[in-house]
């Protein structure tokens, strides 16, 4: 349960890392509460057999307005959650922009089951608290991929 309810902790807490399951059960929790408020305005305006007035209807406009507003506010923890997943798998947050392309969410989805790097990365600590392979120390990601820079004895040949 407390795992569940972490991201709501860390509420816009991009840096980091986040293990499947925080990031699962919190997405349980979301799916959870979300279809509880539309279930009970189902219910409800079943009740109402189509008429459009009185308290009833009131009742579900108030149910589906807290879905709503339930949505609103859980889109950072959500966001946040998700960076800290892909930061887990050794990914950048940014790569989260990928899902406003067509089926650039299966990627995310993808991303999301992945297991963590084993060890730290270059965001963090490993949740699991698992060590990394033996004899590497802390993942780094320079990218610099020209050729080495001229040590003050070599000279830097340039092609």
Avoid: C
Avoid at 49 to 63: E, K, N, Y
Avoid at 132 to 151: E, F, L, S
């Amino acid at each position: 349960m407390s795992l569940m309810l972490e991201p709501l902790r860390k509420f816009a807490a991009f840096e980091g890392r986040a293990r499947r399951s925080e990031y699962w059960l919190f997405a349980l929790f979301q799916l959870l509460v979300t279809a509880g408020f539309f279930i009970i305005a189902s219910v409800a305006y079943g009740t109402t057999s189509g008429r459009q007035d009185g308290p009833v209807a009131i009742l579900v406009g108030l149910f589906t307005l807290l879905a709503l507003l339930f949505f609103i506010a859980l889109i950072i923890p959500a966001l946040a959650v998700t960076v800290r997943r892909l930061h887990d798998t050794d990914k950048s947050g940014w790569w989260l922009l990928i899902s406003f392309i067509p089926f650039g969410s299966f990627v995310i989805l993808i991303f999301t089951l992945l297991d963590s790097t084993p060890g730290p990365n270059r965001y963090g600590e490993d949740p699991k608290g698992r060590p990394g392979p033996p004899g590497a120390g802390q993942v780094i990601h320079n990218h610099y991929y020209a050729a080495a820079p001229a040590t003050p004895d070599q000279p830097t040949i340039i092609s």
